[in-house]
């Protein structure tokens, strides 16, 4: 959720795009610190793929007075081939203090963001085994949560600590040692966090016990049976009152709880919360299907931050509101009749926490689809007209700078457009469709098969080009690989009937596009970059309407 609206978008483009003007030498370094960097973050070398991570127990103590960190994670991993070295990610300003082995201390190495670690003898391949990280250090402080990660150390009006982690797109090896690729998603795992005595940690699952240590600390432990990836595990750190309640959902009970400061204890403020997220958890299961985590429950806690989708356990900052802090980005008044980042963050339990991309690349997966759960949660309760028009409204915000996808294997997402551009994108799949049940069952399809599951682009347009029975192929390379819409030209031919084809970066361009006479309803054509009589009785260019409110495309006549 790091950039859910476009304004606070076109403040960090501006950021990105003007400091390295500064000098051609500090543009250099920005590009040589990328390749050697982020590429031992973003490709999968064989000291990655050699191991699959099978169960993490992450077990941390957070001193707040001095902002600093200590503990350990357990690794336990089956090996994917036989090998003696693999590489670990822990980002280089945290100290690497001992690694554990069978009851003795690895030799490792460190290059940036990477840890190198050596085995005595060869692991081989289909055997379960496990080593621990030892590590402690002042993590990188956030200055603007969440779009920028790392620790958010704050307090709340009572003076009382109130701290969090949010880390999406720098990296979960921010503040904890652990496989930093999308591609790779633990099994399940444990986590242990000890804060001073007084306080409350609520972290993603459930909660299995508490323990009263000796030196002013508690340590809570809260147990997480799904997959999940490495963004997504965080602390919350507050002076929490908890409530709950349930939500009979398509696979039963499911347990709602919320974690909010104790200041905001107040009836009001509950109620908020808990309208918005029944409602919430009521369309998304209509459209997409069953929560994905019944395990590990559904909680929303009180942050410091706007909010974050961290799996089972949602960051909340909304301030108690409807819209965005209030606002409504698509400035059709539909945006202001729920709470942005309940309806938000929780549509990325599917599209995100369950369906995750396993490159940051594909991270357009995510956001499309979850930008797009806006819409849907409109139409659930005010209409499929109500739904079209918010997503028309957030086109304002679209700047066609570059594309949705980005590079391969450098951990590097593409645009910002992703959010607006990718649910005006899934309105116009939809609208192709003339169907909204078969639209529907593609929906709830995407999450059955890829439940739980690493994607990437071609998984997930095959799947929906298949389902849809279009070829739909090069509107998703338009639309996610290029940075340009097509253009949909018409002329009238010599026997005065009227002739379209798209114009379009894509070879062999074709994509169906509703239009007709004014008044009358559209009708669906289907052209690709050849011109092709349009076989409408009575169409002409006085009288020619094309539906370029649900369909996000230029339009030349001639």
């Given at each position: ?197 007084g306080l409350i940690n609520v972290s993603n699952g459930r909660l299995i016990g508490t323990e009263d240590l000796n030196n ?343």
């Open positions: 959720m790091r950039r859910p609206i476009r304004f606070l978008i076109s403040s960090l483009l501006v950021l990105v795009i003007f400091i390295p003007k500064q000098g051609t030498a500090q543009l250099m370094r920005a590009k040589e610190l990328f390749s050697k960097v982020d590429s031992l973050r973003g490709q999968l070398t064989p000291l990655r793929t050699c191991y699959d991570i099978q169960y993490y127990h992450l077990d941390v103590r957070v001193d707040i007075e001095n902002k600093y960190i200590s503990g350990s994670n357990l690794f336990k991993f089956q090996a994917a081939a036989s090998f003696n070295r693999l590489q670990f990610d822990l980002f280089d300003n945290l100290n690497v203090d001992r690694i554990e082995y069978r009851g003795q201390s690895l030799p490792f190495q460190r290059a940036h963001n990477a840890v190198f670690l050596d085995f005595p003898q060869y692991i081989e391949k289909g055997k379960i085994d496990s080593f621990t990280v030892h590590y402690s250090g002042h993590p990188l402080q956030a200055t603007r949560a969440p779009w920028d990660g790392g620790f958010d150390w704050k307090k709340d009006t009572n003076g009382r600590p109130f701290v969090a982690t949010a880390c999406q797109g720098l990296g979960a090896s921010v503040w904890w040692p652990n496989k930093d690729h999308q591609s790779d998603e633990v099994d399940s795992m444990l986590i242990s966090i000890s804060v001073p005595k002013g600390y508690q340590k809570f432990h809260w147990k997480v049976e799904n997959p999940i990836n490495n963004y997504n595990v965080a602390l919350n750190i507050g002076d929490y009152i908890h409530f709950k309640e349930n939500y009979q959902g398509e696979e039963g009970s499911l347990d709602l709880d919320y974690y909010i400061l104790r200041e905001n204890n107040q009836k009001k403020k509950k109620d908020h919360l808990k309208k918005n997220v029944q409602e919430t958890l009521e369309a998304f299961e209509h459209w997409f299907g069953p929560y994905p985590f019944y395990k590990d429950g559904y909680k929303i806690v009180e942050t410091a931050h706007l909010g974050m989708e961290h799996q089972s356990a949602i960051a909340y900052g909304n301030r108690y509101q409807n819209g965005y802090l209030g606002h409504d980005a698509s400035n059709t008044g539909w945006g202001n009749k729920w709470d942005f980042i309940v309806i938000h963050e929780s549509g990325h339990e599917w599209f995100g926490n369950s369906i995750t991309a396993k490159d940051i690349a594909d991270m357009w997966i995510h956001e499309s689809f979850t930008n797009y759960s806006e819409a849907l949660f409109i139409d659930y309760f005010y209409g499929k007209k109500a739904s079209q028009d918010y997503v028309h409204g957030n086109r304002s915000g679209i700047l066609n700078d570059s594309p949705l996808q980005g590079p391969y294997h450098v951990n590097k997402e593409g645009s910002g457009d992703m959010y607006l551009k990718g649910g005006v994108l899934h309105n116009m799949l939809r609208t192709i469709l003339e169907d909204d049940e078969k639209w529907r069952s593609i929906l709830r399809g995407l999450n059955k098969k890829f439940y739980h599951s690493g994607v990437d682009y071609f998984e997930i347009v095959e799947f929906i080009s298949d389902e849809s029975g279009f070829n739909l192929r090069p509107l998703f390379a338009q639309y996610v690989q290029s940075t340009a819409i097509p253009t949909l030209e018409i002329r009238t031919a010599e026997d005065g009937s009227l002739q379209g084809r798209w114009i379009s970066d894509i070879p062999n361009f074709q994509m169906p596009v509703h239009l007709g006479t004014k008044g009358q309803k559209k009708v669906r054509i289907e052209l690709n970059d050849k011109f092709a009589k349009i076989e409408i009785p009575d169409l002409q260019k006085d009288n020619l309407e094309i539906d370029t409110y649900n369909y996000y495309i230029g339009t030349l006549i001639q």
